[in-house]
């Protein structure tokens, strides 16, 4: 049975001392990474891009997808990418993502099928300085639905502008019809012949007049 008087005896170092000999192998370390630092450059680029995407949740099949994203890093950016797919049983497809006028944002357009119901997607983006960053992740992408579009139905319109105006020259032929009917009855009965001269019967003279209204 070897006692404690035994094991000092053939391991000479207490645990005090290790732990002394610990703090001092930390303490260095820790001052050759501050020295160090001090002489990285300044340019020396070692935070990565931020990504600020929106997802839309919902979005019709069979028309074009917008994905945009807002990417700030303090030094450049040199690519942004997005990597798309209709299920999980497809691959991912690379779709570059363009800047716009605002040089933050930067934009893409999918194509979709009709019968697609949805789009799984995650955005990828480099600095510079070789950082990476994704939003979504290959396997924890993130997902818009697509929705069936709504059929458009046909608009019937009916115009009645012909009959309207069929049935007012009608009115107005019956008028001009009827003037001309009270005048040959008003020359009738003064009576007068051919040279002017009244006949003297004072008489009612008979006058019809067949007017025939205009099929609709």
């Known amino acids: 049975m070897i006692n ?30 501050v020295v160090h630092a001090q002489y990285l450059s300044p340019d ?72 697609q119901a949805r789009i799984e997607y995650y955005i990828e983006a480099a600095d510079t300085g070789g950082n990476r960053v994704l939003k979504g992740f290959p396997f924890f992408p993130l997902v818009r639905n697509l929705e069936v579009p709504v059929p458009v139905q046909p608009t019937i319109t009916t115009s009645t502008s012909v009959e309207e105006s069929g049935g007012g020259q009608s009115k107005l032929l019956y008028v001009l019809l009827g003037a001309l009917a009270v005048g040959l009855l008003v020359s009738a009965s003064s009576g007068g012949d051919g040279n002017g001269n009244g006949t003297g019967t004072g008489g009612d003279v008979p006058l019809t007049i067949n007017i025939t209204s205009p099929a609709n």
């Open 44 to 115: 020396l680029d070692i935070d990565p891009p931020v990504i600020d995407h929106e997802a839309l949740e919902i979005g019709v099949a069979g028309e074009s997808q917008l994905f945009s994203a807002q990417i700030i890093d303090d030094k450049g950016i040199e690519y942004v990418d997005m990597y798309y797919r209709a299920s999980a049983n497809n691959d991912y497809l690379k779709a570059p993502m363009a800047a716009t006028s605002d040089s933050d944002r930067y934009t893409v357009t999918v194509p979709t099928e009709l019968g």
């Open 4 to 33: 404690n008087n035994q094991l000092q005896g053939r391991f000479p170092l207490s645990s005090r001392r290790l732990s002394v000999w610990g703090f001092v192998v930390l303490f260095a370390l820790q001052q050759f990474a």
